[in-house]
């Protein structure tokens, strides 16, 4: 694998964060996922101002690993990059964006979940997929099936991970990395509460360290 995906297949989780306050919360939230042991961070577009969220992490925690999720349009991609994004993650897959990340020099991890979308993504060359919506559309037996045709991808399983399920995912050899919200809930964000959000990522650094040793 790339630098990069080595790096997130290290940390073995990213939390998915949705910031609605980025001057206020971006800076403490980077500083309990550091602390926490998950020095990595999805900021999804789906509230605005993550372009500001992704530029005010990279300042706070200039050694966290920053990349945009729910990134829907190329001009949504520039934004993240200019702020500082290192990888751009969309849920489904979109050839204007995968040019457009090519144009940025930005890995882009495309959302796949059916045969179809495999085989679609395939002439990128991506060696890292978001499997999207996880939980949901199968988990890990699917993940398994679509490994059999496609073993030239690992994925980041994403939907429905949580506490209980990721060492199970983590277990997988198909698996890089998790992605997940459980550790980052919008409550605990706009309520400042940084320590429950720190103890949760630490959980989750035990589960990834027994699993990967
Ligand atoms: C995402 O956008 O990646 C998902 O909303 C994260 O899924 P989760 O909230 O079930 O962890």
Known sequence: MNE???RISQIGVVPVIKIN???RDAAPLARALCAGGL???EITFRAAGADRAIRAIKEACPEMLVGAGTVLSAEQARAAV???AEFIVSPGFSCLLAEACEALNVQYIPGVITPT???MVLPYGYELVKFFPAEQSGGL???KAMSAPFPMFKVMPTGGINLKNLEAYLSCPVVAACGGSYMVKPADIDAGNWDRIMNLCRQTREIVDRVRG
């Open 4 to 6: 990069l995906n080595t």
């Open 21 to 23: 306050d980025p001057e």
């Open 39 to 41: 020095p990595v961070a």
């Open 82 to 84: 200019e702020a500082g």
């Open 117 to 119: 979308e495999y085989q």
């Open 141 to 143: 037996a699917r993940i």
